[in-house]
């Protein structure tokens, strides 16, 4: 016997209307409706006589025990109580099911090729406002972020287990086959070519790989940070959602993930401004441009690499528990298509 939407709704009813309870709010009327286009999580609009409100419905699996509703929560709390209000408002949580319930926000996202300079001063200020509050007890108990890193060799390491993972792929189909040739062909020999030259350029200018960003130097990081998680408001204000890799990071890494992510991408004439803007927030900020210059080619691969993750089955299990498409809608053989195109760019360009 199968369980219809329309049941789980039902049963997760009784459940909502305790959280209302919980945050103060009255739960007559309660309408609970799937939206459409979930990567990670359910999300579900809930409309009540009071108002509308947004319950995300976290994914977990055994392979993946990141506790992302507790680092979406924990993260949202710190920035609210502080007086960040270019995120949604949380409400509150339930542990035990999973269950987020935030302030719904309306507006639209911003489409690939719209990204504006003021869009772009947003997201500085986004996160140069989380930041003047890192050493408030709130923020000091958030966790590394979940793919945080601190040093040079970590940054490569973090690559690594991705083209690993890739590499790994069962060829069960014909476009696993042609990915998998793809993979060991292509993009394996160039990562290796991109990590041994940020090797020797470390050792020529003495860097030590293995150094660690020091806590002065580290910033809290929305993580998965970029307008594919950004809605605009009626009035033009960007709203950031999406927190649940959140935490302590290398301010490197924010840079790097912002300017390279696919989905909506930011033209790279601004990766200055932002780290001109970024870098009055840290002591040692010749450093972090020095890390932001050395890594950009090997984050470009990196994010061929996301492409691809879906490949996946865990990544394909999470896509289907929230309900989402694979990569914006695209098909496998797309995603493939737009991972070979873009590796053909970086490879043109590291020459």
Known sequence: MTTSVHDIEDMLEPVVSVMFAMAGLSASSLKLERMPGGGNNRVRKIKTDTGIFLLKEYFHHDLDTRDRLGAEFAFSKFAWERGVRCIPQPLVRQLPCRLGLYEFVEGAPIKPGAVTRGHVMSACEFVLSLNRFRHDPLAVSLPTASDGCFSMMSHLE????????????????????????????????????????????????????????????????????????????????????????????????????????????????????????????????????????ILFPCYRLKWCCMRLMHMLPIHRERRSFAGGANNDGLSRDECLALAESELRDIESSSH
Not at 170 to 191: A, G
Not at 231 to 240: K, L, T
Not at 250 to 258: E, G, I, R, T
């Open 158 to 293: 973090s690559i690594d287990r991705r083209v690993a993972q890739l590499m790994a792929i069962e060829p069960i189909s014909q476009t696993d086959r042609r990915t998998m040739v793809f993979v060991y062909e292509r993009l394996e020999p160039l990562w290796r070519r991109l990590r041994e030259s940020v090797l020797a350029r470390c050792a020529e200018l003495r860097l030590d790989i293995h150094r660690v960003v020091p806590d002065h130097d580290r910033i809290v990081s929305p993580s998965d940070f970029g307008f594919h998680n950004a809605i605009v408001r009626p009035n033009g204000g960007v709203v950031f959602i999406d927190f649940e890799y959140a935490g302590w990071d290398d301010p490197a890494k924010c840079v790097l993930d912002f300017f390279n992510q696919v989905a909506v991408p930011v033209p790279r004439e601004y990766v200055e401004p932002m780290m001109d803007k970024l870098a009055h927030a840290l002591d040692s900020p010749a450093q972090f441009r020095q890390r932001v210059h």
